[in-house]
């Protein structure tokens, strides 16, 4: 089991920024992908960003160039750094840790909500 705990949401104007953490009870080397996802209200949940193992990372389309995913690896945290913030990126937003093959599993955190807006 892995616990997942997410912080840094809040309200923040057009072209803010924000910084979300996720903490990991485990080694985050010891996960194959963290990745950050969000959902809007009415809307399906989607990628943000995700981050592998290896230090592999992709994003969504709509966040390319302006969020960015990173990790502590000492401090087993994973970082959403988001900037140039849209009203459209309201939503909450939520941690996620993936394994393959044996002991396989898929975490979610509680979500942390994130609001743009002037």
């Known amino acids: 089991q892995v616990q997942l705990v997410e912080s840094g949401g809040g309200l923040v104007q057009p072209g803010g920024s924000l910084r979300l953490s996720c903490a990991t009870s485990?080694?985050?080397?010891?996960?194959?992908?963290m990745g950050w996802y969000r959902q809007a209200p009415g809307k399906q949940r989607e990628l943000v960003a995700r981050i592998t193992s290896g230090g592999y990372t992709d994003y969504g389309d709509s966040v390319k160039g302006r969020f960015t995913i990173s990790r502590h690896i000492a401090e087993n945290i994973v970082y959403l750094q988001m900037n140039s913030l849209k009203p459209e990126d309201t939503a909450v937003y939520y941690c996620?840790?993936?394994?393959w093959g044996l002991g396989s599993y898929d975490h979610w955190g509680q979500g942390t909500r994130v609001t743009v807006s002037s």
């Open positions: 996620n840790a993936k394994k």
């Open positions: 485990g080694s985050i080397l010891s996960i194959d992908t």
